[in-house]
C-alpha cells in the first residue's frame, strides 16, 4: 500500500493499494468517531461493490444509509444533488456523519459537493473505482455538478477526509474507462519536472502497476494542491488539455467521455504550440504517438470555432480574456493568458 499525505484543508490521506475496500470500517474509524454514514454511488459501480461495501460497513456496525442515481455525466445536475440533499436530511445526518463516495469522477463530484453543503459542510471520504477519479478528481477538493450550459459551473473546494483508492477494482472497468483514466495519467507525464512518468508509460501498461503509478500521479497533484488549493495560480497546470477538451465535451453534449476530449484537447495545444514555436516538433511527436498507443483520440471531431464558443464560457476566464497551458518541453508546461479571440490560433 502506497500511502500520500495531502497538506490541504484539514490535511488527509490518500492509500493507494490492492483490497482496500476490505479494510474500509477500520481506516473510517481513524477519521470519524460517526457511526452513521451515507454512501453515494451510481447504479452501475453500486451493482459491482455497493452492496458488498455496505454489508461490510452495517458488520462493523455503522448504521449505512446509500443514495445510488443512474451513472453518467447526465446526472451531475442540481435536481440529483438536491435529492441527494433530500436523502441526507430525511436520514437524520448530523454535521459529523460522513459522505462516502463510491464511484468515479461524476459520484466524486455530486457527493463531494453535497458534503460540502449540507449543513454548511460535513465530512467527505472518496472511494475511488475508476482510474480517473483515483488519478484526479478525487484528491484535491474540486466538487461541482453542471449546468445546461456549462460543465461543473456550481461548485465548491472541499476537501476530503479521506481518500481510499483500492486498485482492485479497475479490473472491473470497461476498455473505454481505462483509457479515459490512462489520458489523465499523460497529462501528469508532462506536468513532473522531467521524463520520468513520461518513460514509464513508454516502457510498460499503466495496467501492469497500478499502485505505483496511481501514486506517482496523486504525489503530483498533492505538490499542485497544496502550492494552490483554490486554483488561482500554479494548480492551473493541472489543466493541460482541458480548456480544448472541455469544449469538446460541451459540443458533443457529454457524449464524448472526459479522457478522450483531454487526450484530443492536449494534442491540439501540442500542435498549435510547435506552430506557435514554443514545443519543439519531436516533443509533440512522441507526446502524440503516446497517447495513440494508449488508444486515445488525437484528432479534433469539431471547427476551432465551434470549440472557441464554448472555451469562451469557461468558469476560469475573463470577459475578453482565458489562460490556456502551453507545453514547452516534456514534463514542462507554462500558463499563457491571452486574449479570447485568439484562442483559436492556439491549437491545431
Known amino acids: 500500500m502506497i500511502s500520500v499525505q495531502v497538506n490541504a484543508g484539514k490535511g488527509y490521506r490518500v492509500l493507494i493499494g490492492a483490497g482496500l475496500l476490505k479494510e474500509l470500517p477500520a481506516k473510517l474509524s481513524e477519521v470519524t468517531g460517526s457511526k452513521h454514514v451515507m454512501l453515494v454511488s451510481d447504479d452501475n459501480v453500486w451493482g459491482l461493490y455497493g452492496e458488498s461495501v455496505k454489508n ?6 455503522y448504521q449505512t444509509e446509500t443514495f445510488v442515481f443512474a451513472h453518467g455525466e447526465a446526472s451531475k445536475n442540481l435536481s ?7 436523502t441526507m436530511c430525511d436520514a437524520h445526518l448530523t ?6 463516495a463510491l464511484g468515479g469522477g461524476v459520484v466524486g463530484d455530486l457527493a463531494g459537493f453535497a458534503a460540502a453543503t449540507y449543513q454548511r459542510g460535513v465530512p467527505l471520504v472518496q472511494l475511488p473505482t475508476s482510474l480517473l477519479a483515483a488519478v484526479d478528481s478525487s484528491v484535491g477538493g474540486k466538487t461541482a455538478v453542471d449546468l445546461p450550459n456549462g460543465k461543473n459551473q456550481v461548485g465548491a473546494f472541499y476537501q476530503p477526509s479521506l481518500v481510499v483508492c483500492d486498485t482492485d477494482t479497475f479490473r472491473t472497468l470497461p476498455d473505454a474507462e481505462y483509457r479515459n483514466g490512462c489520458a489523465e495519467i499523460i497529462k501528469y507525464a508532462m506536468l513532473d519536472g522531467g521524463e520520468e512518468l513520461f518513460g514509464l508509460l513508454s516502457e510498460k501498461p499503466v495496467k501492469d502497476r497500478y499502485e505505483q503509478i496511481v501514486g506517482h500521479c496523486v504525489a ?3 505538490d499542485f494542491v497544496e502550492a494552490d488549493e483554490f486554483d ?3 494548480r492551473m497546470l493541472l489543466n493541460f488539455g482541458h480548456t480544448v477538451g472541455h469544449g469538446i465535451e460541451a459540443c458533443s453534449g457529454y457524449a464524448i467521455p472526459h479522457g478522450q476530449a483531454v487526450a484530443m484537447g492536449m494534442a491540439a495545444i501540442a500542435r498549435g504550440a510547435v506552430k506557435k514555436g514554443c514545443f519543439a516538433a519531436d516533443s509533440a ?6 497517447i495513440k498507443d494508449y488508444g486515445l483520440p488525437t484528432e479534433l471531431p469539431y471547427t476551432k470555432d465551434e470549440l472557441a464558443a464554448k472555451a469562451a ?4 476566464n475573463t470577459t475578453d480574456a482565458m489562460r490556456i497551458i502551453v507545453p514547452e518541453q516534456i ?4 500558463i499563457q493568458k491571452i486574449e479570447t479571440a485568439d484562442f483559436p490560433e492556439w491549437f491545431e
Open 313 to 316: 464560457s469557461d468558469k476560469k
Open 80 to 86: 440529483i444533488y438536491g435529492s441527494l440533499l433530500e
Open 95 to 100: 454535521r459529523e456523519d460522513p459522505v462516502l
Open 331 to 334: 514534463g514542462t508546461c507554462r
Open 220 to 222: 503530483i497533484k498533492r
Open 56 to 61: 461490510r460497513l452495517c458488520e462493523a456496525g
Open 285 to 290: 511527436q512522441k507526446l502524440i504517438r503516446l
Open 232 to 234: 488561482r495560480g500554479l
